[in-house]
């Protein structure tokens, strides 16, 4: 009984050394990965380029809701007009 118990303390103790082995590791790539990133011109160019093609997709959107709302509106003028006849 006492040496099961040993056993699992030792295996938990073996399983929190290599979860913490593991979240240092993804650390240490993930500080590599925002250095690439930081360092690379060519990353640097590409992030700039996409985020302002998703800025004038954004932008694209807005004017074609607005647009959608002004022909609305004049419908709804024109049904008016047409009530009033």
């Given at each position: 009984m006492k040496d099961?118990?040993?056993?699992?303390?030792?295996?938990?103790?073996?399983?929190t050394r290599e979860m913490?082995?593991?979240r240092a590791k993804e650390m240490q790539d993930g500080k590599l990965r925002?250095?690439?990133?930081?360092t690379s011109y060519e990353i640097r160019e590409l992030e700039a380029k996409l985020k302002a093609?998703?800025?004038n997709k954004e932008r694209a959107a807005?004017?074609?809701e607005k647009?959608?709302?002004r022909q609305e509106e004049k419908v709804q003028t024109?049904?008016?007009?047409?009530r009033l006849k």
């Open positions: 099961e118990r040993e056993a699992q303390i030792a295996q938990e103790e073996e399983l913490a082995r593991l925002q250095q690439i990133r930081e093609g998703y800025m807005q004017l074609a647009e959608a709302r024109n049904l008016e007009k047409n």
